[in-house]
């Protein structure tokens, strides 16, 4: 297993926490037996694990979460 710890200082807690909320639902939906994630918030940083089984699994999931966490950061502009 291979790990990688993603963390995204949101400027305040009220949007870390709007970040945080717009990706909890997706934490649990895209995991499957390559890679899983763990998803926190402490103040006004995100911190996002990905777990994978091998190098090219972390790289998938890396791209997937960064996208997503720019999507959530335009919409919480917006």
Known sequence: MTEAVLQFPCGDPDTARRVARSLAPEA???????SSVQLARQGDTVEITVTAADLT??????NTW????????????A
């Not at 649990?28 to 390559?34: L, N, V």
């Not at 699994?57 to 890396?62: M, P, T």
């Not at 960064?66 to 502009?77: C, D, H, K, Q």
């Open 28 to 34: 649990g939906a895209i995991d499957d037996d390559r």
């Open 66 to 77: 960064f996208r997503l966490v720019g999507v959530a950061e335009r919409a919480g502009t």
């Open 57 to 62: 699994a972390l790289r998938a999931g890396l």
